[in-house]
């Protein structure tokens, strides 16, 4: 049973825009944190960006700070991800994925689930 669900993917230009959506109203877990990361054929999935979901600490990755925005309401059951001046280097597989307690955000085996992931491709 899948219960988180990406959308918002898709293929944008060079320095656009992209906004990604993580809901989450089919979990029946409590979240302590969730995150976003990404993963190209070939390589290990990489931490994005995380955001924790009672007090809304967020976390970047260095490659995305500034550029990136993670945000939820909880009341929606959302977790978003606002992603501005797109490159290139950004096209990948984008997996939410939530952790049922506390600890380090940046490793994906610290999360218990995970969403089946949307493609966004950035052309140069």
């Known amino acids: 049973q899948v219960q988180l669900v990406e959308s918002g993917g898709g293929l944008v230009q060079a320095g656009g825009s992209l906004s990604l959506s993580c809901d989450t109203s089919?979990?029946?877990?409590?979240?302590?944190?969730m995150g976003w990361f990404r993963q190209v054929p070939g390589k290990e999935r990489d931490f994005v960006a995380s955001?924790?979901?009672?007090?809304?600490?967020?976390y970047y990755a260095d490659s995305v700070k500034g550029r990136f925005t993670i945000s939820r309401d909880n009341a929606k059951n959302t977790m978003y991800l606002q992603m501005n001046s797109l490159k290139p280097e950004d096209t990948a597989v984008y997996y939410c994925?939530?952790?049922?307690?506390?600890?380090?955000?940046?490793?994906?085996?610290?999360?218990?689930?995970w969403g089946r992931g949307t493609q966004v491709t950035v052309s140069s």
């Open positions: 955001i924790t979901w009672s007090y809304g600490n967020t």
């Open positions: 089919r979990r029946t877990f409590s979240i302590y944190t």
């Open positions: 994925a939530a952790k049922t307690v506390a600890g380090t955000a940046m490793i994906p085996t610290s999360y218990n689930y």
